[in-house]
């Protein structure tokens, strides 16, 4: 009996060891690894760096951090890839599209803060802060020659309403903004936007905004869909706001609206080439308020993620659907 009993628990032993999930997580710090750890006993939770990742995905069931091919071809056992960022187009490589390996991401996390930096940015325009603030460093207290802008009773043009241009219209409606949204899917009501139209509509829209927001993912339906023609469109006097990918704009054209004084000003947290590089014509505009991408950062973003990877871990394991799952 003792021997049946040694046998069974032996046996069980190893079937439990087998079902284990060996989850492979990149670039974090060891209290967030001993956090996700806690989620299930049925993960072990292993910790690298990207010089080790290759080695560490061979037998890994899922990856915390980046794909390429080289990692896909080598880890035999992948059934997930949760990368940190919302954006994904750098992973859609044509082996990881066909493959049946599951890719979730951080949309909708980075909301708040991408729109604050959205509204920062257009803010330092309209209220002439990016001509103010350098002032500081003479001591000059100079009231005459500035023009602030009100933003209510404006229209805003919010470009792909998602989880950053949701928060972002919330905020413009705040403001008293009207808005109106441009997104290739059927949106509920969004007591925010009062009025949606879908990306082939998007020329009918662009004369009426004061402000064009574009928080839209770069896809290769979304590539330059805002051209020399989208920006002609635009009202003389409109800003230009971008927190997502540079890619979906076209740059040449942006200068070039820049340049005839078609818009008031430009605010960029994205840009195309990115980093832009010295000499580039868009940093000679006094009119264009450039940050280095960096719109998605915050105090609170870590712990939003946490909470998502763990509730991803804790499906994962029970089998259920994932959060943010990506259509590859």
Known sequence: MNKFIAVWMLLCGSLALAETRKIV?????????????SVSPETRIVSTDEASLLGEAADADAIFGAISPEILHAAHKLK????????????????????????TNCKILMGP?????????LLSLTRELNRIIPTRASEEWRQGGFHPVELRGKTAVIVGVGGIGS????????????????????????????RMVYPEQIDTVLPL?????????????????????????????????????????????????????????????????????KGHSLWKFDNVVITPHIAGQSDNVNARQMELFKENIAHFVTGEQLVNVVDK
């Open 167 to 194: 928060q972002i219209a919330q905020r413009a409606q705040a403001f008293g903004m009207t808005v109106i949204g441009v997104d290739p899917k059927d949106m509920p009501l969004n007591p925010y936007v009062s």
């Open 113 to 121: 803060e991408i729109a604050d930096h959205a509204f920062a940015l």
């Open 80 to 103: 997930w890839v949760q990368v940190y960022s919302a954006g994904v187009e750098n992973y859609l490589f044509p082996e990881f599209q066909s493959s049946g390996v599951v890719l």
């Open 209 to 277: 905004a004061d402000v064009v927001f574009i928080s839209a993912p770069h896809t290769p339906k979304t590539e330059g869909m805002i051209g020399p023609r989208q920006f002609e469109l635009m009202k003389k006097g409109a800003y230009f706001i971008a927190v997502s990918r540079g890619k979906v704009y076209n740059t040449d054209a942006l200068v070039k609206a820049l340049d005839s004084r078609r818009l008031a000003g430009a605010g960029l947290d994205v840009t195309n080439p990115e980093p832009l590089p």
């Open 25 to 37: 997580v990149v670039g974090m710090p060891p209290e967030h690894i001993a956090e996700l750890q």
